[in-house]
């Protein structure tokens, strides 16, 4: 959490200076919002690392600020909610949440949460960088680039992924002919409430599919393993990534 600037959105001034005083300690810079219009607001204003969002703003509903945030910005999303709901986490990470929090808290547990947060998004779990450039990956004829959360389509153009179902291609992208269980997967995209009767995993593949296969009602590149979970089995060549463009061939330069 050091030197990150964290967002904290919450119509409680007791919750956000709570929270405030917790984040600071660790190092981070705190910026405050309280309703749908001041957090957009503040994202305009700077740069943001991560938004802790409360989803009972009062006037706001706290789905509807993710809907906002998600149309101009991929920062990661945690969301907070006093109701420990099932329907709740999968539309919060349709939406583009990174992570949900289950009211009362420990700011212990918040602060974990964070950093598990920061590390995935900032690509701690992406291979290592070349020294002359960052990674990407070249599968079935598109290009991912996870330092910048990107992947170009078969035509060069980009697709729209949320940060979920980007880091759900990048635990694919990282282990590719390798069979991960629900529960893996769930763990490896930093998911926290995991229950065995919880499709959560399954409802992002089939958005996830919906993106990159080529027929998706009958998927290739990602393999359904009956009563264990999910296969990636297209080969996966590791590049070197040079300053992005809007073409895939322009961003990319064949390892030597």
């Given at each position: 959490?050091?030197?990150?600037?964290?967002?904290?959105?919450?119509?409680?001034?007791?919750?956000?200076?709570?929270?405030?005083?917790?984040?600071?300690?660790?190092?981070?810079?705190?910026?405050?919002?309280?309703?749908?219009?001041s957090t957009l607001a503040a994202l305009t204003a700077g740069t943001i690392d991560?938004?802790?969002?409360?989803?009972?703003?009062?006037?706001d509903d706290g789905f509807d600020v993710a809907r906002a945030v998600r149309h101009?910005?991929?920062?990661?999303?945690?969301?907070?909610?006093?109701?420990?709901?099932?329907?709740?986490?999968?539309?919060?990470?349709?939406?583009?949440?990174?992570?949900?929090?289950?009211?009362?808290?420990?700011?212990r547990e918040v602060v974990a949460r964070i950093k598990s947060v920061l590390r995935?998004?900032?690509?701690?779990?992406?291979?290592?960088?070349?020294?002359?450039?960052?990674?990407?990956?070249?599968?079935?004829?598109?290009?991912?680039?996870?330092?910048?959360?990107?992947?170009?389509?078969?035509?060069?153009?980009?697709?729209?992924?949320?940060?979920?179902?980007?880091?759900?291609?990048?635990?694919?992208?990282?282990?590719?002919?390798?069979?991960?269980?629900?529960?893996?997967?769930?763990?490896?995209?930093?998911?926290?409430?995991?229950?065995?009767?919880?499709?959560?995993?399954?409802?992002?593949?089939?958005?996830?599919?919906?993106?990159?296969?080529?027929?998706?009602?009958?998927?290739?590149?990602?393999?359904?393993?009956?009563?264990?979970?999910?296969?990636?089995?297209?080969?996966?060549?590791?590049?070197?990534?040079?300053?992005?463009?809007?073409?895939?061939?322009?961003?990319?330069?064949?390892?030597?």
């Amino acid at each position: 959490m050091k030197n990150a600037v964290i967002l904290v959105v919450d119509d409680d001034p007791k919750i956000r200076t709570l929270l405030r005083r917790c984040f600071e300690r660790e190092g981070s810079t705190v910026r405050e919002a309280g309703d749908k219009a001041s957090t957009l607001a503040a994202l305009t204003a700077g740069t943001i690392d991560l938004i802790t969002l409360d989803l009972d703003l009062g006037d706001d509903d706290g789905f509807d600020v993710a809907r906002a945030v998600r149309h101009t910005s991929k920062v990661p999303i945690i969301m907070v909610t006093g109701k420990d709901d099932v329907i709740d986490r999968v539309v919060g990470l349709e939406i583009g949440a990174d992570d949900y929090i289950i009211k009362p808290f420990h700011l212990r547990e918040v602060v974990a949460r964070i950093k598990s947060v920061l590390r995935r998004t900032r690509g701690a779990t992406a291979p290592s960088p070349q020294a002359n450039g960052r990674v990407s990956w070249r599968f079935d004829d598109m290009v991912a680039i996870p330092d910048e959360m990107k992947l170009f389509d078969r035509g060069g153009l980009l697709i729209d992924l949320t940060s979920g179902e980007f880091k759900l291609l990048e635990v694919f992208l990282t282990r590719p002919k390798r069979v991960l269980s629900r529960e893996q997967l769930m763990d490896l995209v930093g998911g926290h409430c995991y229950a065995p009767l919880d499709r959560t995993i399954d409802n992002q593949i089939a958005r996830l599919r919906k993106k990159i296969e080529r027929n998706p009602s009958s998927p290739r590149l990602i393999s359904t393993i009956r009563g264990i979970g999910y296969s990636f089995t297209c080969d996966v060549q590791l590049c070197k990534a040079q300053p992005s463009s809007n073409n895939a061939e322009s961003a990319l330069a064949k390892s030597d």
